[in-house]
């Protein structure tokens, strides 16, 4: 019942990352999103199909598809109101409005209204000619801020960004709405940490002092290459922090020396593992509401990390999903301190609904993905390829979610 951005065969995955970029050892995990108990991000059973980390609910309808305007881009301006002396005449400076689109008709009143202004950025609604007054010249209304840019892929990475977001990801999208994007955008512009400590050995002083700012480098990789592009708000980076540790009951002392501030949660699953509060969870809580999460929505968790010494039964680096990530912890403190690393953000990529490509038979991107394991040619951080299947996911969400 894990969660999900599914590879091989449903549509919600967990992804199995082998021990290094080269690895042929599968990603995924089967049965992913499945299941009536949301909590656990999934041990890994014999035969590679992950255990308990699904959220009881299983598809959350896709949002109205929006048409016309982007839902952030800048209204036009208005061409403002007169003022209120002389006699009659309406506004006579046009307002200006956004950077395209129609303009909206002349204001009412007086002898003439204002010109019309001009409209929104994408199609979006005009703007307001001069109201009517008792006299007095309008003042210009302010304009919008710019055209988004939709531009389309390369022709060297467009047919697999299009293969791919009608393989699996366009499904996951639709039917989940727990992904990064999602939450960053509910967020607007953060993502909360839940760890989840089943390692035997205590915290590093390290991984304590600097856990959100190194998943804060990474996952910058991927906003920061989705960039301004369609009016994205925060391409020039999210910011991360940590609201919560989990770890088994009686072995708090593991996590001595952490910020006392942050709550510490000794709940555990049904395979006995340390587990993050379901109701603090946006896993389990799409629509971000926290009323019954010790602390409400300042304790809420969009992202699970999940450190064991070993991924029970499994073999494999990493796995990843909607709901996080889990590893070796001796494979994520080797790294801490690396600029990108490519096995996060290979899972991070599943947070965003990206699929692995095991089995994949259609076009290739050149210069590889992240998700496409041994394609990168040692490249850490998102290739091409990666930058523009995360904006066509980000258009495609743009227009689902109305945002």
Known sequence: MQGVARACSMILSLAWLGCSAASSTPDDVGDAGRGNSPGSGGTVSVGGNAASAGSGTTTGGSATTALGGNANAAAAGSAGTASASGNGSGGTSAGTGGTSGAGGSAGSGGKSGGSAGTGGKNGGSAGAGGSSANGGSAN???????????????????????????????????NRKAWNLDNVMLNKGSMNLCVRWGATSAVPATVRMNLAST???WFNDWFKALGNYGCFPYGN?????????????GQQALL??????????TETDDQGEPKCPDACSSFVHWDHKFTSCPGGDANHSDYWLWFDDAIPESGAAAVGGDWGLRMPVSTFVDHFNDTSFLICEHEMGHGFGFQDYYSWTGSTPSGGSLMIVGSTGGKQSPTVGDTWLIRRTWKEMVALRGW
Do not use: F, H, M
Request: hydrophobic letters at 35%; charged letters at 15%; glycine letters at 14%.
């Open 140 to 174: 210009a209304g302010s304009g919008g801020t710019g055209a988004c840019d939709w531009s389309a892929p390369p022709a060297n990475v467009s047919a697999w960004v299009n293969e791919s977001w009608s393989s699996e990801l366009g499904t996951n999208i639709k």
């Open 215 to 217: 998943i804060q480098r």
């Open 237 to 249: 980076g999210i910011t991360v922090k940590v609201t919560g540790w989990a770890v088994k009951p």
């Open 256 to 265: 001595t020396g952490i910020d006392s501030s942050i709550p510490v949660y």
